[in-house]
């Protein structure tokens, strides 16, 4: 008689959706120290052993509820041109939202660097595949004839971009807004390559 390997349970698409919104909540509300599995959980009427067989770690399962956040790669805008494309990536966001991720991914900052487990799920899970977008959007621009392939700014968007989520309330003591971001690329990004 074969024996048949351990069935793993699969979760619906709103679950998951359910799961990674308690888990960003517990997440802005505890900060990522204190946020331990017992307590998402008891707050997803989940056992720990469902959360563990389905992400493994509590790093990794927070490097996916932030990732899930953000389901449209940049790979997937192709407006025609290089300002449309930031564009419309700045038109999917939420002014709401991005007001909430920008502090999470604040406070994130600093555990990353004391958290080797944490930098690499999110490094993996969320950097790395919005690097690869970016470039994808980034290698259209090139090819269209928007930006000089040798342009040197083109190697540094991704820390342009990123810089204006962590600045902004540091300079300005503003929430981070489309209106903000709009005119950031408009004014910074687009001049750097030359559009």
Known sequence: MAETA???????????????GAVLDLLRETGY???????????????KATLYRQWGSKPELVAKALRFNKPVSFAEIDTGTLRGDFHKMVELGDDCEMEKDSALMRGLVHVVHDNPDLHKAMRDLMIEPEITGLNVLLRRAVDRGEVAADNPALEYVIH????????????????????????????????????
């Not at 120290?33 to 056992?47: P, Q, V, Y």
């Open 33 to 47: 120290d204190a946020l331990t599995m017992d307590a998402i959980a008891a707050r997803t009427k989940s056992s």
């Open 6 to 20: 351990p069935r793993r349970s699969r979760i619906t698409p709103e679950r998951e959706a359910e799961l990674y």
């Open 160 to 195: 342009m971009l990123v810089g204006a989520f962590i600045a902004r309330h540091m300079v300005e003591e503003k929430p981070m807004d489309k209106a903000f971001l709009g005119s950031y690329i408009d004014a910074v990004v687009l001049p750097a390559l030359g559009v």
